[in-house]
């Protein structure tokens, strides 16, 4: 508890790379909406099981270990179509 709220723990990370490892036999491909390098070990473990994985991020907002592992989709390039969807 911090100031009467929560304090929240920095393991979401974590828990959502054992989540995609741990489900992937219910999916063949995985969309990741991040750019963090923490994924890079999961990402590895999903494709070694033959799933594809697509990384949704932003230039600038992502990184070199998940662009090499990874089909990547530039988050502004898609905007529109997103915006459009709602």
């Known amino acids: 508890m911090l100031d009467g ?3 929240w ?3 979401l990370d974590i828990e ?3 989540e995609m490892v741990d489900t992937k036999e219910k999916y063949d491909t995985a969309v990741l909406m991040s ?3 923490d994924f890079s070990m999961p990402i590895d473990r999903i494709k070694s099981a033959g799933k594809r994985i ?5 230039r600038g907002h992502i990184s070199k ?6 089909k990547y989709v530039d988050l ?4 529109h179509e997103i915006c459009q969807a709602s």
């Not at 697509?54 to 932003?58: G, H, L, R, Y």
């Not at 270990?65 to 990874?70: C, D, I, K, V």
């Not at 502004?76 to 905007?79: A, E, Q, T």
């Open 5 to 7: 709220g929560y304090r």
């Open 9 to 11: 723990k920095n393991n």
């Open 16 to 18: 959502l790379a054992f």
């Open 35 to 37: 750019g963090d390098s």
């Open 54 to 58: 697509i990384v949704i991020s932003t």
């Open 65 to 70: 270990e998940l662009l090499e592992r990874a």
């Open 76 to 79: 502004r390039k898609i905007k």
